[in-house]
Nanobody, 122 residues
Framework: QVQLVESGGGSVQPGGSLRLSCAAS????????MAWFRQAPGKEREGVAR????????YATNSVKGRFTISQGNAKNTMYLQMNGLKPEDTAMYYC???????????????WGQGTQVTVSS
């Protein structure tokens, strides 16, 4: 079993920054891949960024490249998503997820946090 707890969401104006955190515990073999997903109202859940146990990082879309940075703590028990230059279209519930494999399919991730809301509005 894996437990994931997100924090750090909030409301910011366009151009602002937020740093999301995901505290992970439980079976390390089940969290070789840690990822951030997001889901806006009325839309499907989509991948944002993921990091593999060997440190490989992938961003899901060009829309976040250069603005978002995913990282892990030294003990790999905490994952972060630094979000700069936030835009209204980044408004969504952000979820931390863990899996033994790295994909962009939400169904491939058996472990999820409760989510943290990010709202970007003037």
């Amino acid at each position: 079993q894996v437990q994931l707890v997100e924090s750090g969401g909030g409301s910011v104006q366009p151009g602002g920054s937020l740093r999301l955190s995901c505290a992970a515990s439980g079976n390390p073999d089940s969290r070789y891949c840690m990822a951030w997903f997001r889901q806006a109202p009325g839309k499907e859940r989509e991948g944002v960024a993921r990091i593999y146990i060997n440190g490989d990082i992938t961003y899901a879309t060009n829309s976040v490249k250069g603005r978002f940075t995913i990282s892990q703590g030294n003990a790999k028990n905490t994952m972060y998503l630094q979000m700069n230059g936030l835009k209204p279209e980044d408004t969504a519930m952000y979820y931390c997820a863990a899996s033994s494999v790295c994909t962009w399919r939400p169904t491939s991730y058996p472990y999820w946090g409760q989510g943290t809301q990010v709202t970007v509005s003037s």
